[in-house]
C-alpha cells in the first residue's frame, strides 16, 4: 500500500494539466524564417498559413476553394485572371484589405531583390491591374491555367501595401489577414498564436495556438501518449503509425502529394543510355520498397499523385519487377557484366530515405548493379543535389495540386531545376505547354496520362511511391481536416470540447 | 626500481591480470567480441549480413534467425557479428590512432620541453577546449560520413588525452639519472625516448587505452545517433542501435541485442582497464 | 599565486583564438551554406540576382578571411554577431540557453555524486563483498549504456505504463516554476549523472583503497580507533581529491551541452543551440557558441585546479615553483 501511494505520488509529481481554450501543438522541425514569400521549408508553412492567407487556398480533396478573392475567372484564352476580393477583411493591425495589397504583394514577389523562390511560378504576369478596392485583374504573357492553383500557397500569401512600401522587415513582424495572429516565435521551442477576433471567416474556436518544439518524433508520440499535447504533426510513418490501434490517440492520415523517388542523372555515363534507366525501373519492385521503408503505409504512384491525375500504375512502364526484361536492357546497353553506381541519400531527410536506399540497392543487386549509399548531412545533399554532383538520388520531392506546376522546374526546356533533372525531350516540353494553356479539365486529363507514360517510359527517374501526410489528436479535437498539402489552415474549425 | 622487481621472479603481467577477477572477465568478454568479429571478416555468419528476407521481416527471434530480423528481414544475428566487426574496427583503430598521434606529441612535447612543448600543449589545450560530440560532428561533416571518417574523427578527439597522460611521466622520467646519463653520453633522443621512457610510461598508457576503446564504442553510438556513422548496408552496433529507436516497440529484439552487445563491450574494456590498473600500478600491487 | 592566476588567464587567450580559427575554417569548409540550409531544394530555383540579393542578406559576400577578422574585431568588442534566423544577437541567444545548460549540467553531478560517491565508499571499506560486486556493477551499467538508449527507454516507460511525460516540449525555467523546472530537469539529468555515477564511484572506490593503505590510516586503525571516525577524519577527505578533478573534466563537457539528452526531453540548451547551428549553416553562432563553450571548459579546469590546490596541501603554485 505504501508502496502504491508512493508511486501514485510520483505520477502526480510529474504530471500536470493543460491550459484551457490553447491548442497546444507539437512538431519536429520548427519555422526557418517568417517571410512568407521568402519561405520554402514546409516547417515554415505549417505556421505561416495560419497567419497569412492566399487569394486561393485548396480544400480537403485538392479543389481550388475561395481564401481572399470571393470569385475569379479567366478570360477565353487564360491570359486574363480576374479576382473580386473579399470585403471588409482587415490585416492584424486593423488596416483594410484592399486590391493594392495584392498589387504590391505580387510585385514583391516578383521582384528579385526579395529573394522569393516562388517567383518561378508568376512569371507569367505581366501587370496587374486595380480598377477599384475590390478587383484585381492580372495580365499575363501566355495562356497559363495552373497559375491560379500557383496562388494557393502560403508562398504567395498577401502582405500589407503599406509594409512593403514602409520597408517593414516581413523576417520579424507577421502581420497577416489570417485566423490567427502572432505572439511570439521563439525559434526551436515555442510560437504562441492567439485567436484573430476580427477573421471574416468563422472561428476561430480555440482562444489561440501554442506550437510547440518536440525535436524526436518518438518523443512526440511519448507526448501524445502522456496527454500532455492536443494535436501534433509526424513526419516519420514509424513512428506515427505506432498510433494506429491505440485508443486513447486519432491518427490523421491523407495521401500525400509528395513523392519518393529514385533520381537518375541522365547527364552521367552509364545513365545516359534510355536501355540503362529502364533496367533500373524494370529491376525494382516499388511495392517492396514501400513495405520495407515505409512498412507498407503508403501507395506504389507513377509521376503523378494528384488524385485527379493519376495513371494506373499497371498502364505506366515497367511498374511490376521484371528481373529478366532488366537484365536484357542491360546487356543491350553494353552492360552484360552489371555496372556500379552511387546514391546520394540524406541521412534523415526523409526519415525513410536510408531504408528505401538499402531495399532499392539489395534489389539493384539481382541484376548486377552495385549502388553504393553515401548518406549526407541534408545541407550537403542539398548542395550536391542542385549541382547535379549524383550518379543517382534518393529523394522526397514536394507535389503540388496542378501537374504543371509539379514538373515544369524538371521536364521542360527552360525548368529552372533542368539542371538537376537533366532530362527532357520535345514531347514532354510539348506536353507541358499543351497543358498549361488547356483549360478543360478532360483534355488537360488526357494530356498529363500521355505526358506520365512517356516519362515512366523514358525513366528520367524512377518513382516509387507516395505516403501519407500524419498528424494526430487527441479525441477531444474535432473540427480538423487533413489536407493532402498537409496544411493546418483549417485548425481555424478546431474545437476542444470536453477537454479536461 | 624495474630491475630490483623483476629479482622476486614475480609472475608475468599478463598472468597477473588473468588471476584478476575484472581483468578476467574483462579478457574474456573482449575475447569473445573479437572471435564473433574475425569470424564476420571471414565471411562466417548464419546469413550474408546484408541479404534481405522481405517475406520474414521484423519476425522475433526463431530457430531459422535466431536474434530475429529487422525491417528488411535481415537477420540479426548476422548483422550483429557484422557489426562487431565494424565497432571493433573504428574502437580499436581510433584509439591506435589517437595513442599513437598523442603518445608520440605527449613525448615530443615532454622530452623536447621548451617552445615545442607549449607550441604542442597549445595546440592540444585547443581540441581539448572543443565538445567532443561537435568536434567529432564537424570531422565528419567536412569529410563524409563512412567507417574510414568515423575512425578518424573519434580518433582526433582523443588524441589530446593521450597527449597529456604521455607528457607528465616523460617529465618526471627524463629527469631521472639513467636518461641525464644518457644524454651526457650523446645518446640519441629517439632511442632513449624509446627505450627507457616509454616502458616507464607503459602502465598509464594501457589503462587509458582501455578507457579509450570503451568511450569510442559510445562515441560511435553517439554519431549514429546523429546520423553520421558507417554507411548502409555495412553496419555497427551503434548505428542498429540507434536505427532502433523508432522500430524498437513493434521488435523489441532490435534495440535490446545491439544495446546488450555495445553494454557488455563497454562493460569488457573497462573491467580490461581495471584489471591493468590493478596489475600494473605499483601502488595498488598486493591489494 | 596571483602571477599563476594571471599566467593561466592569459594562456586561455591562444587556447580561444585556436578554437575560433578552428572553427571558423571548419564550417565553411562544410559544404552548403545558411541560403541552401534556408531554402533547401526550391534555392536552386533563384536567379542570379535573386542569390546576391540573399548573399548580401547573410552576410556571404565577403571573402572569408576577411569575414574572419571582422568577426575577430568585432568579438573582441564583446559583439558575437547576429543570428538571422533567430533574429537575435548571437550573444543574448547563448546566454538564455546557458541557465538551463547549467542548471542541467550540476543537477546530473549532484545525481552521480549521490549515487556514486556512497557506492564507491561502501565498495572500498567492504572490498570483494557482494555489496562491492553489485554496487560496481550497477554503476557500470549507467556507463555502458548510450545516453540516447536510456533516454528512449525512459520516456517510452513513462508514457506508455504511466501515461506521463514532464517534457513535452514546454520548458520552464526554475524562476517562473521551481516545481516544474525539476520535473523537467529530472529525467534528463539522470540520464546523464547515470553515466558519470561509474566514474565518479570507481574513482571514489580506488582513492579510498589507497588512501586506505596509506601508513597513517594503517597506523591509526592499529592503535585501534574506530573504523568509522579514521574514515570521517582522515579518509575521506584525501580520497575524494581526485574525485574533484573528474567532476572538473565532466563539468566541462556537460557545460558545453548534452546534445543528445537534450534532443530526446526537448530542452533547448547549449548542446541543441551548437549542433542546429551547425546544419542551419549559421556561421556567426557557431563560431560564437563554441567559443563560450571553450571558454567554459578552461575557466572550469582553472577553477579544479585551484580547487584542487586549496585542498591538497602537497601541492602549491607559489611563484617560485
Known sequence: ???????????????????????????????????????????????????????????????????????????????????????????????????????????????????????????????????????????????????????????????????????????????????????????????????????????????????????????????????????????????????????????????????????????????????????????????????????????????????AFKVPNDELFCYSKDVDKAKELLAQAGYADGLSLKAIVASAEPPTALSEAQSIQAQLAEVGIDLEIESLELSVYIDRWLAADFDTAVALNGGRPDPYTMYVRYFTKDGNLLKVSNYVDDTLDSLMAEGRAESDPAQRLEIFTQFQKHLTEMSPWVWLYHDFEYTAQQPYVSGFVPNPTDSLYSLSQVKLEGKE | MTTATNVRKKPAAWQRLLRNPSGFIGLIIIAVFVVVALLAAFGISPYPPAEQHVRDRLTGPSSSYLLGTDLFGRDLASRLMEGARNSLYVALLSVLLASVLGISLGLVAGYLGHWADNLIMRIMDVFFAFPALLLALLVITVLGAGLNNTVLAIGIVYTPIFARVARGPVLAVKEMEFVQAGRSLGANPLRLILKHILPNILAPLLVQISLALSWSLLTEAGLSFLGLGVQPPAASWGVMLSESRGIAERAPWLMFFPGAAIALGVLGFNLLGDGLRDVLDPKARGR | MFAYLVRRILSFIPTLLGVSLLVFVAIRLVPGDAITATLGTEAGMLTDVQRQ?????????????????????????????????????????????????????????????????????????????????????????????????????????????????????????????????????????????????????????????????????????????????????????????????????????????????????????????????????????????????????????????????????RISYDDSN
Not at chain 1, 541522365?266 to 533496367?279: G, H, T, Y
Request: proline share 5%; aromatic share 10%.
Open chain 3, 53 to 313: 540579393a540573399l548573399e548580401r542578406y547573410y552576410g556571404l559576400d565577403k571573402p572569408g578571411w576577411q569575414q574572419y577578422f571582422v568577426w575577430l574585431g568585432e568579438a573582441l568588442k564583446g559583439n558575437l554577431g547576429f543570428s538571422i534566423r533567430h533574429g537575435k544577437a548571437v550573444i543574448s541567444l547563448i546566454l538564455e540557453r546557458f541557465p538551463l545548460t547549467l542548471e542541467l549540467a550540476l543537477f546530473a553531478m549532484v545525481i552521480a555524486l549521490v549515487i556514486g560517491i556512497p557506492i564507491g565508499l561502501l565498495s572500498a571499506i567492504k572490498q570483494n563483498s557482494i555489496f562491492d560486486i553489485l554496487g560496481r556493477f550497477i554503476a557500470l551499467a549507467g556507463l555502458a549504456m548510450p545516453n540516447f538508449l536510456v533516454g528512449t527507454l525512459i520516456i517510452f516507460a513513462l508514457s506508455v505504463y504511466f501515461r506521463i511525460l514532464p517534457n513535452a516540449g514546454d520548458y520552464t525555467d526554475f524562476a517562473t516554476n521551481p516545481l516544474k523546472n525539476l520535473q523537467q530537469l529530472f529525467f534528463p539529468a539522470f540520464t546523464l549523472g547515470f553515466a558519470f555515477s561509474a566514474s565518479v564511484m570507481r574513482m571514489t572506490r580506488s582513492s579510498m583503497l589507497e588512501v586506505l593503505n596509506e601508513d597513517y590510516v594503517r597506523t591509526a586503525r592499529s592503535k585501534g580507533l574506530a573504523n568509522r571516525r579514521i574514515i570521517n577524519k582522515h579518509a575521506l577527505r584525501n580520497a575524494l581529491i581526485p574525485v574533484i578533478t573528474l567532476i572538473g573534466v565532466e563539468m566541462g563537457y556537460l557545460l558545453g551541452g548534452a546534445f543528445i539528452v537534450e534532443q530526446i526531453f526537448a530542452l533547448p540548451g547549449l548542446g541543441r543551440l551548437t549542433i542546429n547551428a551547425v546544419s542551419q549553416r549559421e556561421y556567426a553562432l557557431v563560431q560564437g557558441a563554441s567559443l563560450f563553450i571553450a571558454l567554459n571548459i578552461v575557466v572550469v579546469n582553472l577553477l579544479v585546479d585551484l580547487l584542487y590546490a586549496t585542498l591538497d596541501p
Open chain 1, 1 to 307: 500500500m505504501k508502496r502504491f501511494i508512493a508511486l501514485l505520488g510520483l505520477i502526480l509529481f510529474f504530471s500536470s494539466s493543460l491550459a484551457q481554450g490553447t491548442l497546444v501543438l507539437a512538431r519536429a522541425a520548427d519555422t526557418t524564417g517568417l517571410d512568407p514569400h521568402t519561405q520554402t521549408a514546409f516547417a515554415s508553412f505549417r505556421l505561416l498559413e495560419l497567419i497569412y492567407e492566399p487569394l486561393v487556398t485548396l480544400d480537403g480533396d485538392l479543389n481550388i476553394v475561395p481564401a481572399l478573392a470571393e470569385s475569379w475567372s479567366f478570360n477565353d484564352d487564360s491570359t486574363v485572371l480576374t479576382m473580386n476580393l473579399r470585403q471588409g477583411v482587415t490585416f492584424h493591425d486593423g488596416s483594410p484589405f484592399t486590391s493594392a495589397d495584392v498589387k504590391a504583394s505580387f510585385e514583391r514577389i516578383l521582384n528579385e531583390e526579395t529573394g522569393a523562390a516562388s517567383r518561378a511560378n508568376f512569371t507569367s504576369i505581366e501587370s496587374i491591374d486595380t480598377p477599384d478596392d475590390y478587383t484585381a485583374v492580372f495580365n499575363l504573357n501566355t495562356p497559363d491555367v495552373p497559375l491560379l492553383a500557383a496562388m494557393a500557397s502560403v508562398g504567395a500569401a498577401i502582405v500589407s501595401d503599406e509594409f512593403i512600401a514602409g520597408g517593414e522587415d516581413f523576417a520579424a513582424k507577421a502581420i497577416g489577414t489570417g485566423p490567427f495572429i502572432l505572439d511570439q516565435w521563439t525559434p526551436e521551442e515555442v510560437t504562441t498564436l492567439r485567436a484573430n477576433t476580427d477573421w471574416w471567416g468563422e472561428g476561430p474556436y480555440v482562444d489561440g495556438i501554442e506550437m510547440r518544439v518536440i525535436p524526436d518524433e518518438t518523443s512526440i508520440v511519448a507526448a501524445l501518449r502522456a496527454g500532455q499535447i492536443d494535436f501534433a504533426l509526424l513526419n516519420d510513418p514509424i513512428a506515427a503509425t505506432l498510433l494506429i490501434g491505440d485508443s486513447s490517440v486519432q491518427l490523421n492520415q491523407v495521401p500525400a502529394l509528395a513523392y519518393h523517388v529514385l533520381q537518375l542523372n541522365a547527364s552521367r555515363e552509364p545513365m545516359d543510355k534510355l536501355e540503362v534507366r529502364q533496367a533500373i525501373s524494370c529491376a525494382i519492385d516499388r511495392q517492396e520498397v514501400l513495405d520495407t521503408a515505409s512498412l507498407g503505409y503508403g501507395e506504389v504512384t507513377g509521376p503523378l499523385t494528384i488524385p
